[in-house]
């Protein structure tokens, strides 16, 4: 993704109170900072934040973290999420490659991979959300009935996807290869870029993966 550098992002995030600084410190006290035990789940790559902020206002009794990288973009969902009365959303700066020093085993109920960058280039496979190294991360920190929800237009990600998960030892539980057009759309919420995908005709994939119990 093209990102164009915003003045004065990373000042603002740090400085916002909707912003975890310092996430570590709540490694297993993440019921602290919304001050109830409600399920948390978690949105790695969150971009502009349009899909988590939609859930938080839409499912007031779960709690949402979101993940995000970049400061130029993240910045963008702190702006929305000041114009709302809500208790139940707070976000993170960081790269989700160190996702274990911020959740407890078992801390997260759900995990959402949203249109996640592809890297291409066979070198930078282990960079993608979807790998085998990533959903090593999530099975720490995942309850043991959690799952992670993928979605994107990018088809050779979503075929790697598909290849991968079971080597990790997860089970693809549900899938479609045009989630506009199947039973799994009920109750879907566009990303940003789903609806900037799709309105160019693309078709969007799905999959539902949740953890092989034998492992
Ligand atoms: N999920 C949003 C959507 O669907 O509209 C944004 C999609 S954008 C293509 C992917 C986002 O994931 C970018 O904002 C990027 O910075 C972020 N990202 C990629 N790898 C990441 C990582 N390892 N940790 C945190 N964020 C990451």
Redesign the pocket.
């Known amino acids: 993704?093209r990102?164009r550098n915003v003045r004065g992002s990373r000042e603002a995030i740090a400085a916002s109170e909707f912003t975890i600084n310092v996430p570590e410190d709540y490694k297993g006290k993440w019921c602290e900072v919304f001050s109830n035990t409600n399920p948390i789940h978690i949105?790695?790559?969150?971009?502009?934040g349009?899909?988590i902020t939609e859930l938080a206002l839409k499912n007031p009794d779960i709690n949402y973290v979101g993940?995000?990288?970049?400061s130029s973009?993240l910045i963008r969902a702190i702006e929305k999420r000041r114009e709302l009365d809500i208790s139940n959303l707070v976000f993170i700066r960081?790269?989700?490659?160190n996702i274990e020093d911020v959740f407890e085993k078992g801390e997260v109920d759900r995990i959402y991979?949203?249109?996640?960058?592809p890297w291409p280039k066979d070198r930078h496979a282990k960079?993608r959300?979807t790998s085998r190294q990533f959903f090593a991360r999530y099975n720490d920190i995942l309850k043991n009935d959690g799952q992670v929800e993928f979605?994107t237009d990018n088809r050779p990600l979503f075929d790697f996807s598909v290849e991968e998960i079971p080597e990790a030892g997860w089970n693809i539980v549900e899938i479609t290869y045009d989630l506009h057009n199947s039973e799994m759309c009920e109750g879907n919420v566009m990303?940003?870029?789903?609806?900037?995908f799709s309105s160019m005709g693309n078709p969007i994939h799905k999959l539902i993966a949740k953890r092989n119990m034998e492992v």
């Not at 949105?43 to 502009?48: S, T």
Request: glycine share 6%.
């Open positions: 993704m990102l949105e790695i790559g969150m971009g502009k349009r899909f993940i995000e990288k970049y973009v960081m790269d989700a490659e991979l949203n249109f996640s960058d960079r959300l979605k990303t940003e870029y789903e609806e900037k």
